[in-house]
């Protein structure tokens, strides 16, 4: 049986690697703070580039779409709280709606992340009426750099470990970092 304090720990390593990435963004101010991680990407020559990425978060599956079919199709781990659209910081929900990669980080600490555009103009109006923090860095990311946690990857497949983000094995993450670009837009449904 896997245990709680298990979870806990992940969750705990999330949050550290979004809280680095909120630090590397606030060496600049405004929108000049997000071009301070932005990495561009170039997609690998004849690469066959996704249209769109769809996840059904009631599946557990991310889709790379071409032509209005999938072409790859992965296993994910949600946010621990995964019914429901995310409403506020620490709520734990992934979200649900139609988004894009805005940015990547290639030094993440869940080996590489795509930053999901997550809240968009709909969230942030829906969190301000109802008086919260919209919260954001959502990303699709790896499995964990860390050695020492190398006996735990198998939450990465097996069970929602997140606070929200999109976690797939490290194989995954390599094949839709190749596949996509920023601005490749993705669709989360229930």
């Given at each position: 049986?896997r245990?709680r304090p298990?979870k806990l720990?992940?969750?705990?390593l999330?949050?550290?690697?979004?809280?680095?990435?909120?630090?590397?963004?606030?060496v600049?101010?405004?929108c000049?703070?997000k071009r301070?991680v932005d990495?561009?990407h170039?997609?690998?020559?004849g690469?066959?580039?996704?249209?769109?990425?769809?996840?059904?978060k009631s599946q557990?599956?991310?889709?790379?779409m071409?032509?209005g079919k999938?072409f790859?199709?992965y296993r994910?781990?949600?946010?621990?709280?995964p019914?429901?659209?995310k409403?506020r910081?620490?709520?734990n929900?992934?979200?649900?709606?139609?988004?894009y990669i805005?940015?990547r980080?290639?030094?993440s600490?869940?080996t590489?992340?795509?930053?999901?555009?997550?809240?968009?103009?709909?969230?942030r109006?829906?969190?301000?009426?109802?008086g919260w923090?919209?919260?954001?860095?959502?990303?699709?990311h790896?499995?964990?750099r860390s050695?020492?946690?190398r006996?735990l990857?198998?939450?990465?497949?097996?069970?929602?470990w997140?606070q929200?983000c999109?976690a797939?094995?490290?194989?995954?993450?390599?094949?839709i970092?190749r596949?996509?670009?920023?601005?490749t837009?993705?669709e989360i449904?229930?």
């Amino acid at each position: 049986m896997r245990s709680r304090p298990l979870k806990l720990l992940f969750s705990s390593l999330c949050v550290f690697c979004l809280s680095t990435s909120v630090a590397a963004m606030s060496v600049l101010p405004g929108c000049a703070a997000k071009r301070a991680v932005d990495i561009t990407h170039a997609a690998r020559p004849g690469a066959m580039l996704a249209e769109k990425i769809v996840v059904k978060k009631s599946q557990r599956r991310l889709y790379l779409m071409r032509g209005g079919k999938p072409f790859r199709t992965y296993r994910v781990s949600l946010g621990t709280n995964p019914v429901g659209p995310k409403l506020r910081r620490g709520d734990n929900r992934t979200p649900e709606g139609r988004y894009y990669i805005d940015w990547r980080n290639p030094s993440s600490n869940f080996t590489k992340a795509l930053h999901i555009s997550y809240p968009n103009h709909d969230d942030r109006l829906k969190a301000v009426r109802a008086g919260w923090d919209p919260g954001g860095m959502i990303m699709i990311h790896g499995e964990p750099r860390s050695q020492q946690h190398r006996d735990l990857r198998y939450l990465v497949s097996g069970e929602d470990w997140t606070q929200g983000c999109i976690a797939v094995s490290n194989l995954a993450i390599d094949e839709i970092w190749r596949y996509t670009t920023d601005g490749t837009p993705i669709e989360i449904l229930p």
